[in-house]
């Protein structure tokens, strides 16, 4: 603080003027709460993606298991083995029709992206279940269409592309 002028304040604030052996030095005083702050935001950082990770689940199988596994499967950025995992583990605990219009649409996805055409019978497979259980599930309806498509066989293809224009027009 500057006895004349008030407290100190731009560019020279926290700057104290001392004399040591007839010399002056200027020195920053350091606000231990400026140092706080960081650190109490990298701590939060990292809570935050050890919850996301989850890096408490334990490593043996069962219920734990198979719940981290649909999450990291259903998380942004996931890749397609690790959101069909994630479906897979959804459907052990839950089965339902969109839980498997979805696992037949990344199914899907992995025939683009491996050229592997046993993923078709497996989509397949599932797209039927989710039919099974919802008749009028428009992902599962419109999944059959493109795999009909996929396959070459249009008149299939144009059938299910009509009748999911039905279901959600």
């Not at 990298?42 to 596994?69: C, K, M, R, Y």
């Given at each position: 603080?500057?006895?004349?002028?008030?407290?100190?304040?731009?560019?020279?604030?926290?700057?104290?003027?001392?004399?040591?052996?007839?010399?002056?030095?200027?020195?920053?005083?350091?606000?231990?709460?400026?140092?706080?702050?960081?650190?109490?935001?990298?701590?939060?950082?990292?809570?935050?993606?050890?919850?996301?990770?989850?890096?408490?689940?334990?490593?043996?199988?069962?219920?734990?298991?198979?719940?981290?596994?649909?999450?990291?499967?259903?998380?942004?950025?996931?890749?397609?083995?690790?959101?069909i995992a994630g479906l897979q583990a959804q459907l052990r605990a839950a089965p339902?029709?969109?839980?498997?219009?979805?696992?037949?649409?990344?199914?899907?996805?992995?025939?683009?992206?491996?050229?592997?055409?046993?993923?078709?019978?497996?989509?397949?497979?599932?797209?039927?279940?989710?039919?099974r259980l919802d008749p009028r599930d428009f992902t599962a309806t419109s999944g059959l269409g493109s795999l009909a498509l996929s396959r070459h066989d249009?008149?299939?293809?144009?059938?299910?592309?009509?009748?999911?224009?039905?279901?959600?027009?």
């Amino acid at each position: 603080m500057d006895a004349r002028r008030g407290p100190r304040r731009g560019p020279l604030r926290g700057l104290h003027a001392e004399e040591d052996r007839g010399e002056m030095a200027i020195t920053r005083r350091l606000n231990p709460l400026k140092l706080l702050a960081p650190l109490l935001a990298l701590g939060a950082t990292l809570l935050v993606l050890h919850a996301i990770n989850g890096a408490g689940a334990p490593a043996s199988g069962g219920a734990a298991a198979d719940a981290a596994t649909a999450r990291a499967g259903l998380l942004p950025g996931a890749t397609t083995d690790q959101r069909i995992a994630g479906l897979q583990a959804q459907l052990r605990a839950a089965p339902d029709a969109e839980g498997y219009a979805g696992l037949g649409l990344e199914y899907l996805q992995k025939v683009r992206e491996s050229g592997d055409p046993s993923y078709y019978a497996r989509a397949e497979g599932v797209l039927r279940e989710a039919l099974r259980l919802d008749p009028r599930d428009f992902t599962a309806t419109s999944g059959l269409g493109s795999l009909a498509l996929s396959r070459h066989d249009f008149a299939a293809g144009l059938a299910l592309g009509e009748r999911a224009r039905r279901i959600n027009p």
